[in-house]
Nanobody
């Protein structure tokens, strides 16, 4: 059973940066497609970023391209989301996601395991 534990959320001002971490246990990280989703108040959960097992390909939602960077350290069993130039519309609970299929499939919702989420609040 894969377990995911997010950390790094908090309250920041617009323009600030945050780095989220996702600690993975129960399975070797290199065997998993990984990504981040978010859910804002009153909205559906949406894909934010994904990264392939070999780190060679990354995917991003249009709303975060150029500002967010997803990465992974398979040796440390940890996935990261570096968020720069944060905007109030980035306010949401951010979830780490793992999938046994491809990252492209994970992007479309083929998620096998979810973390409990970490709250990011961006104020003006």
């Amino acid at each position: 059973q894969v377990q995911l534990a997010e950390s790094g959320g908090g309250l920041v001002q617009a323009g600030d940066s945050l780095r989220l971490s996702c600690a993975v246990s129960g399975r070797t990280l290199s065997s998993l497609a990984m990504g981040w989703f978010r859910q804002a108040p009153g909205k559906e959960r949406e894909f934010v970023a994904g990264i392939t097992r070999d780190t060679k390909i990354t995917y991003y939602a249009d709303s975060v391209k150029g500002r967010f960077t997803v990465s992974r350290d398979n040796g440390r069993n940890t996935v990261y989301l570096q968020m720069n130039s944060l905007k109030p519309e980035d306010t949401a609970v951010y979830y780490c996601a793992a999938g046994r299929s491809s990252t492209a499939s994970l992007k479309m919702g083929a998620v096998d395991s979810w973390g409990k989420g970490t709250l990011v609040t961006v104020s003006l």
